[in-house]
């Protein structure tokens, strides 16, 4: 059974950066695709990338590109989102998932089963 | 960027009833739609994935269908726990995109 636990809340500066964490248990790290999700107070959920793998790559959406970062760190199962260049707009809580694939007749179909509790990232001056 | 496209925005229902939730593609995406519930304070959890196949744990009276461009989640007779608001989820390509969100309220 995967569970993720994020790290918790933040609060920055405009024009700063953030790293999240999201401690994988159950399954390591190289078996899982690892995506990141935000939303904003009161607002629907917005993806900002994950690991494609019909790619085999990390992509990022391209509202983040050039400000967000996803990494992994294999030897301790943690996967990190960093956003740099703070700004208010930012402020949101942040969700890891896990993506897995079942192949149904011939197709892979992808979902987002497993999720992190989310951290809370507040923006302000 | 495929848009995904949900309605109502919102719906009101009473316990009981049958409530049916569409969300739309800009272009097909064949049953590569996935259906999400979120509860307020809460992480979303996968109820439905390939546009018609319930996720292990999920209750029976959740159903999902459709294929290419227009789909449908279904609750067959609501329950206390089900008012929330859900989110259709495209994973036909990347980027991955979701509705905007229909939030089912009690009348």
């Known amino acids: 059974q995967v569970q993720l636990v994020q790290s918790g809340a933040e609060v920055k500066k405009p024009g700063a950066s953030v790293k999240v964490s999201c401690k994988v248990s159950g399954y390591t790290l190289t078996e899982l695709f690892m995506h990141w999700v935000r939303q904003a107070p009161g607002k629907g959920l917005e993806w900002m990338g994950g690991f494609d793998p019909e790619d085999g790559e990390t992509i990022y959406a391209q509202k983040f590109q050039g400000r967000v970062t996803m990494t992994e760190d294999t030897s301790t199962d943690t996967a990190y989102m960093e956003l740099s260049s703070l700004r208010s707009e930012d402020t949101a809580v942040y969700y890891c998932?896990?993506?897995?694939?079942?192949?149904?007749?011939?197709?892979?179909?992808?979902?987002?089963?497993?999720w992190g509790k989310g951290t809370t990232v507040t923006v302000s001056s | 960027d495929i848009q995904m496209t949900q309605s109502p925005s919102s719906l009101s229902a009473s316990v009981g009833d049958r409530v049916t939730i569409t969300c739309r593609a800009s272009?097909?995406?064949?049953?590569?739609l996935n259906w999400y519930q979120q509860k307020p304070g809460k992480a979303p959890n996968l109820l439905i994935y390939a546009a018609s196949s319930l996720q292990s744990g999920v209750p029976s009276r959740f159903s999902g269908s459709g294929s290419g461009t227009d789909f449908t989640l279904t609750i067959s007779s609501l329950q206390p726990e089900d008012f929330a608001t859900y989110y259709c989820q495209q994973s036909y390509s990347t980027p991955r995109t979701f509705g905007q969100g229909t939030k089912l309220e009690i009348k």
């Open positions: 998932a896990t993506e897995s694939r079942q192949q149904l007749v011939n197709y892979y179909f992808y979902y987002m089963d497993v």
């Open positions: 272009q097909s995406i064949s049953s590569y």
